[in-house]
């Protein structure tokens, strides 16, 4: 099994311009989730999904869009980058009865100048 | 204010030796806090989960200790390997159907050789 995988590894942005982030796991988890880390600051969730075609709002889901087309894929789009926007991103997955234990990927750096 | 405070910061000690990491919360309704051991470069990986009635939680040379009644909780490491190299996050999970976990914001342990 791979896990929870990301793509792309590393990004730099210019200001204004688009991305989208992909997350995949293969261990068929219902619940994904995006998280951002900042230096100083705990990891603080952005969006969230508890199944296919259903995504929530977390705890910093401003400028950010994400779907959720597929089970096991979850994407995280920036319509618009913005410096505030330079962060780690983690994408993570659970079971539906065990939602608190998360697999975590291996993150996405992401500068936005 | 649901928040996770860790201490220290950062540390540094020599191979071989023994470290405590703090963690202190003031989360509520408590469900359970979680250890994640964070490599530089990779996503969080859970160490242990403590509930309201475990004390004490081991997993190898890494022992960590609740107490539910002073909102404290550690993560002790014995005999330090280089590999130990790593942020170590404290996550506590609020109970309910509206659970949400708090990350804390981690602290950086570096051992030399």
């Known amino acids: 099994n791979a896990g929870v995988t990301q793509t792309p590894k590393f990004r730099v942005l210019k200001t204004g311009q688009s991305m989208t982030l992909l997350c995949a796991q293969d261990m068929n988890h219902e619940y994904m989730y995006w998280y951002r880390q900042d230096p100083g600051m705990g990891l603080r969730l952005i969006h969230y999904?508890?199944?296919?075609?259903?995504?929530a709002k977390g705890e910093v889901p401003d400028g950010y869009n994400v779907s959720r087309l597929k089970k096991q894929n979850f994407l995280l789009g920036l319509e618009s980058a913005a410096p505030s926007q330079t962060s780690v991103y983690f994408c993570?997955?659970?079971?539906?009865?065990?939602?608190?234990?998360?697999?975590f990927g291996p993150g996405t750096r992401l500068t936005v100048t | 204010k649901n928040q996770v405070e860790q201490s220290p910061q950062s540390l540094i000690i020599l191979e071989g030796k023994n470290c405590t990491l703090q963690?202190?919360?003031?989360?509520?309704?408590?469900?359970?806090l979680r250890w994640y051991k964070q490599d530089t470069g990779r996503g969080p990986v859970s160490l242990t989960i403590m509930t309201f009635s475990e004390n004490t939680k081991s997993n190898g040379r890494y022992t960590a200790t609740l107490d539910a009644d002073t909102k404290q909780s550690s993560l002790h490491i014995t005999a330090s390997q280089l590999s130990d190299s790593a942020s170590y996050i404290c996550v506590v999970t609020i109970s309910g159907n509206t659970g949400k976990l708090i990350f804390g914001q981690g602290t950086t342990l570096q051992v030399k050789p």
């Open positions: 993570a997955s659970s079971y539906i009865r065990r939602w608190n234990e998360q697999y």
């Open positions: 963690c202190n919360y003031t989360v509520s309704p408590f469900s359970n």
């Open positions: 999904s508890v199944g296919e075609g259903t995504t």
